[in-house]
C-alpha cells in the first residue's frame, strides 16, 4: 500500500490572480508561454536538499519519513529511504520539476568510507527509481564537505593530506551518482573552507590545493563523460572565517587565477547576500556581466524574497542573460513538521513571486521603455567628447581647462528606474 505523507494538501493547481485559496498558485503556471519560453523553462524551479537523518528529526521531510518507518533511528537507511518518498511527493504536489542531490543529506554516513558508499548506493537506486517513476529530474549534485569534525579546519584546504584525500573521495563518489542520476550541474563544495588566524596559514598554498582539487574533479568528469555545469556556491555569510568564497569578486578573482573560467559558474545564496548587505540585484547582475550567473539558492527557513519589484529586477537579469539553463532557481527546505501546510505555502508564494515578476518582467522589455531610459542616462557618452573617449581620446584635461565646467546632463537616476518598474506593477 502507497504510503501518502500529506493527505491534507492537495496537488497545488493555478487558479488565477483571483483565487483566495492559499495552496493555489495565483501567476505560476508551468505551460504558459512568456517570450517564447514557458514559466518552467525560465525559471527552472528545485528543491534544494533535505536535512540529515541524523538532525533533529523536526524538519517536515525527515519527521514524516520516521513516523512512517518500522525503524525509528534517524540516522538509518530505512529513514533516509522513506525520506525520498516524502520528498519526492513533496515535489509532485507542488509541481516542482528539479531536485539537488547532496550525498549526507540523503544518506547517512557510515562508520567507514565504503559504507558510506554502500549508503549512497542505495540511496541513488530509490532516488534513480523515484525519477523513472515521477519524471521529476536532478539539477545538481554536491558533496558535504563542511559539518564533519575531520573538516574543521577545511576540506581541499585542510594542512591535513588525509583529509584532502578524503573529501576528494567524497567528491568522486558524489560526481558518480550526479552522473548515474543524469543530473545537470555540479556543485563544486567550497564554500566552507575555514582558517583561524591569517598567520597561521599559507594562503597561497591553500589556493594551489584548492585549484589542484577542483582540477580533479574538472578532469574526472571528463573522465566519465559527465558534461553538466561545474558550479561554485558564494556564501558571503557562512562566517567570518569563510575566506575563499566570500562574494562574487573573490570567487571571480580564484576563478581567472586558476585558468577555471570555462569550467566554473557561480550559484548565488539570495539570503546571504542580503545578510551581507548587499543588494541582491546588483549581485546578480554584476555575475551576469561577468557571465558566470548559473543558479539562485533560496532557504525557505531565513527572511524569505517578499519585494516583487525586487523579483522583477532579478527576472530581467535573467532574461538578459538568456536565462539559467543548466542552472535553475532552488529553494532548501527548513520548515517544522508541526505545520508543513506552512512549508508548502511558501514555497507557492515563493514560485508565485517569481512568476509574477517574470511576467512585469516581459512586460518591460517588450514596451522597451526600461532600455531607452538607460540609452537617456549615457547619451552624453553617444556624441561630442563622450564619444571621443569611448575611442580613446585622452588630452582630457586640456579639454576641461577650455571648458571650465563640468556639464550635468540630466539623466534618469535610480530611483526613476524603481519608479518605472514600479509602474508596472500597478
Same mark, same amino acid.
Request: with cysteine.
Given at each position: 500500500?502507497?504510503?501518502?505523507?500529506?493527505?491534507?494538501?492537495?496537488?497545488?493547481?493555478?487558479?488565477?490572480?483571483?483565487?483566495?485559496?492559499?495552496?493555489?498558485?495565483?501567476?505560476?503556471?508551468?505551460?504558459?508561454?512568456?517570450?517564447?519560453?514557458?514559466?518552467?523553462?525560465?525559471?527552472?524551479?528545485?528543491?534544494?536538499?533535505?536535512?540529515?537523518?541524523?538532525?533533529?528529526?523536526?524538519?517536515?521531510?525527515?519527521?514524516?519519513?520516521?513516523?512512517?518507518?518500522?525503524?525509528?533511528?534517524?540516522?538509518?537507511?530505512?529513514?533516509?529511504?522513506?525520506?525520498?518518498?516524502?520528498?519526492?511527493?513533496?515535489?509532485?504536489?507542488?509541481?516542482?520539476?528539479?531536485?539537488?542531490?547532496?550525498?549526507?543529506?540523503?544518506?547517512?554516513?557510515?562508520?567507514?568510507?565504503?559504507?558510506?558508499?554502500?549508503?549512497?548506493?542505495?540511496?541513488?537506486?530509490?532516488?534513480?527509481?523515484?525519477?523513472?517513476?515521477?519524471?521529476?529530474?536532478?539539477?545538481?549534485?554536491?558533496?558535504?564537505?563542511?559539518?564533519?569534525?575531520?573538516?574543521?579546519?577545511?576540506?581541499?584546504?585542510?594542512?591535513?593530506?588525509?583529509?584532502?584525500?578524503?573529501?576528494?573521495?567524497?567528491?568522486?563518489?558524489?560526481?558518480?551518482? !550526479?552522473?548515474?542520476? *543524469?543530473?545537470?550541474?555540479?556543485?563544486?563544495? /567550497?564554500?566552507? &573552507?575555514?582558517? +583561524? $588566524?591569517?598567520? %597561521?596559514?599559507?594562503?597561497?598554498?591553500?589556493?594551489?590545493?584548492?585549484?589542484?582539487?577542483?582540477?580533479?574533479?574538472?578532469?574526472?568528469?571528463?573522465?566519465?563523460?559527465?558534461?553538466?555545469?561545474?558550479?561554485?556556491?558564494?556564501?558571503?555569510?557562512?562566517?567570518?572565517?569563510?575566506?575563499?568564497?566570500?562574494?562574487?569578486?573573490?570567487?571571480?578573482?580564484?576563478?581567472?587565477?586558476?585558468?577555471?573560467?570555462?569550467?566554473?559558474?557561480?550559484?548565488?545564496?539570495?539570503?546571504?547576500?542580503?545578510?551581507?548587505?548587499?543588494?541582491?540585484?546588483?549581485?546578480?547582475?554584476?555575475?551576469?556581466?561577468?557571465?558566470?550567473?548559473?543558479?539562485?539558492?533560496?532557504?525557505?527557513?531565513?527572511?524569505?524574497?517578499?519585494?516583487?519589484?525586487?523579483?522583477?529586477?532579478?527576472?530581467? !537579469?535573467?532574461?538578459? *542573460?538568456?536565462?539559467?539553463?543548466?542552472?535553475? /532557481?532552488?529553494? &532548501?527546505?527548513? +520548515? $517544522?513538521?508541526? %505545520?508543513?501546510?506552512?512549508?508548502?505555502?511558501?514555497?507557492?508564494?515563493?514560485?508565485?513571486?517569481?512568476?509574477?515578476?517574470?511576467?512585469?518582467?516581459?512586460?518591460?522589455?517588450?514596451?522597451?521603455?526600461?532600455?531607452?531610459?538607460?540609452?537617456?542616462?549615457?547619451?552624453?557618452?553617444?556624441?561630442?567628447?563622450?564619444?571621443?573617449?569611448?575611442?580613446?581620446?585622452?588630452?582630457?584635461?586640456?579639454?576641461?581647462?577650455?571648458?571650465?565646467?563640468?556639464?550635468?546632463?540630466?539623466?534618469?537616476?535610480?530611483?526613476?528606474?524603481?519608479?518605472?518598474?514600479?509602474?508596472?506593477?500597478?
Amino acid at each position: 500500500m502507497t504510503i501518502e505523507f500529506f493527505p491534507d494538501v492537495p496537488e497545488i493547481c493555478f487558479e488565477g490572480p483571483t483565487s483566495k485559496n492559499p495552496l493555489a498558485f495565483k501567476h505560476y503556471n508551468p505551460k504558459e508561454v512568456v517570450e517564447e519560453r514557458t514559466m518552467s523553462d525560465w525559471l527552472r524551479f528545485g528543491l534544494s536538499g533535505w536535512k540529515p537523518a541524523g538532525a533533529s528529526g523536526e524538519d517536515v521531510f525527515t519527521e514524516c519519513a520516521i513516523q512512517a518507518s518500522p525503524e525509528r533511528n534517524r540516522n538509518s537507511v530505512e529513514v533516509a529511504l522513506r525520506q525520498v518518498d516524502v520528498a519526492f511527493e513533496f515535489l509532485c504536489k507542488l509541481g516542482i520539476p528539479y531536485y539537488c542531490y547532496r550525498d549526507h543529506d540523503v544518506a547517512p554516513e557510515g562508520d567507514s568510507l565504503l559504507q558510506s558508499n554502500r549508503n549512497i548506493d542505495q540511496l541513488a537506486d530509490k532516488l534513480k527509481s523515484q525519477q523513472a517513476l515521477t519524471g521529476v529530474r536532478l539539477l545538481s549534485g554536491t558533496a558535504e564537505l563542511s559539518s564533519r569534525r575531520r573538516y574543521l579546519f577545511g576540506a581541499a584546504t585542510s594542512p591535513y593530506a588525509d583529509v584532502f584525500a578524503y573529501a576528494a573521495a567524497q567528491v568522486k563518489k558524489s560526481m558518480d551518482v !550526479t552522473h548515474e542520476l *543524469q543530473g545537470q550541474n555540479f556543485v563544486l563544495p /567550497i564554500g566552507k &573552507e575555514w582558517y +583561524g $588566524s591569517p598567520h %597561521d596559514m599559507d594562503p597561497m598554498r591553500e589556493l594551489d590545493h584548492l585549484a589542484r582539487f577542483i582540477h580533479l574533479a574538472s578532469d574526472y568528469a571528463r573522465e566519465i563523460g559527465f558534461e553538466g555545469q561545474f558550479l561554485f556556491e558564494v556564501g558571503q555569510q557562512h562566517s567570518a572565517n569563510n575566506q575563499y568564497a566570500t562574494d562574487i569578486a573573490s570567487c571571480m578573482n580564484f576563478v581567472r587565477q586558476f585558468g577555471m573560467m570555462d569550467t566554473v559558474k557561480l550559484n548565488v545564496e539570495w539570503n546571504q547576500a542580503m545578510l551581507s548587505g548587499n543588494s541582491i540585484v546588483r549581485v546578480l547582475e554584476y555575475a551576469r556581466t561577468q557571465t558566470v550567473l548559473g543558479g539562485i539558492s533560496i532557504r525557505t527557513g531565513d527572511a524569505l524574497p517578499n519585494d516583487i519589484c525586487v523579483a522583477t529586477q532579478v527576472m530581467l !537579469t535573467i532574461m538578459a *542573460q538568456d536565462g539559467l539553463t543548466p542552472g535553475g /532557481i532552488t529553494f &532548501e527546505i527548513a +520548515g $517544522s513538521a508541526n %505545520d508543513h501546510q506552512a512549508v508548502f505555502r511558501s514555497c507557492v508564494g515563493l514560485m508565485d513571486l517569481f512568476a509574477y515578476g517574470l511576467k512585469t518582467a516581459s512586460k518591460i522589455r517588450k514596451e522597451g521603455v526600461l532600455f531607452e531610459a538607460l540609452k537617456r542616462r549615457y547619451q552624453s557618452f553617444d556624441a561630442g567628447i563622450g564619444k571621443r573617449i569611448d575611442q580613446g581620446y585622452s588630452t582630457l584635461e586640456e579639454y576641461m581647462l577650455q571648458k571650465g565646467e563640468a556639464a550635468f546632463d540630466k539623466s534618469d537616476s535610480q530611483v526613476f528606474i524603481e519608479d518605472l518598474i514600479r509602474g508596472y506593477l500597478q
